[in-house]
């Protein structure tokens, strides 16, 4: 079965410091894999996204993540956090066949510390 | 270019209820699906249109219903409104020319509350 795990629910981490929030899927296939941000209140926000090719992509705000095909996961990272990158993370596993449809980790809810 | 757009913003209903959420899509965008995000979750796909027509469904059960019209902007139709009904509904488009390829834009969602 296809899934998504993201095993981080909350990290806090202080402005400057670097960041990795971790992603793990299940698929029968190279999967498309997308990270987007949710604010408070607010829908969803693509930060990057990886089909093919070069396995570090890189997203606005300065964020990045890498496909690892061996260990089936595709980590977020940004080397120095800014107090507006408070929010919460959800990792997506893009279908590539029948019905175009995503499914979604539980989401890491970033905090950040002045 | 007009992203998604979602109406309405906020909604509270009761037990029983039925309730229709709007969704326009994206200019171009002709694939539109929905999800619903509860709580401290992240979001489940509930189905998708494409041309007028569901184009696959997740688990949800069949009191949950959409349409697609010929604009493309879709609604989401929930009857017999539990608890456990009330969370995000986010709605999101696609052009589909590039399949499974393509980024699904999101709108800003419509809180549903039910008492």
């Known amino acids: 079965a296809q899934s998504v795990t993201q095993p981080d629910i909350h990290i806090t981490v202080s402005e400057g410091a670097s960041l990795e929030l971790r992603c793990n899927y299940s698929y029968g296939a190279t999967p498309y894999l997308f990270w987007y941000v949710q604010s408070p209140g607010q829908g969803l926000q693509l930060l990057l996204k990886y089909f093919s090719g070069d396995t570090l992509v890189q997203g606005i705000k300065g964020f990045e993540a890498e496909f690892k095909r061996s260990q089936s996961s595709f980590n977020l990272r940004k080397p120095s956090v800014h107090w507006s990158d408070a929010a919460e993370y959800f990792c997506a596993v893009g279908a590539t066949s029948g019905t175009y449809k995503y499914i979604f980790g539980t989401g890491t809810r970033l905090k950040v510390l002045a | ?115």
Do not use: M
């Open chain 2, 1 to 115: 270019e007009t992203g998604v757009t979602q109406s309405p913003t906020h909604l509270i209903k009761t037990r029983g209820q039925q309730v229709t959420l709007r969704c326009s899509s994206q200019s171009g965008h002709n694939t539109v699906s929905w999800y619903q995000q509860a709580l401290g979750q992240g979001p489940q796909f509930i189905f998708q249109y494409y041309r007028e027509e569901e184009n696959g469904r997740g688990n949800f059960p069949p009191r949950f219903s959409g349409l697609q019209f010929p604009n493309y902007s879709s609604e989401l139709n929930v009857n017999a409104l539990e608890l456990d009904d009330s969370a995000l509904y986010l709605c999101a488009s696609s052009p589909i020319s590039g399949g499974a390829r393509n980024e699904q834009f999101f709108g800003p969602g419509t809180r549903l509350t039910v008492l």
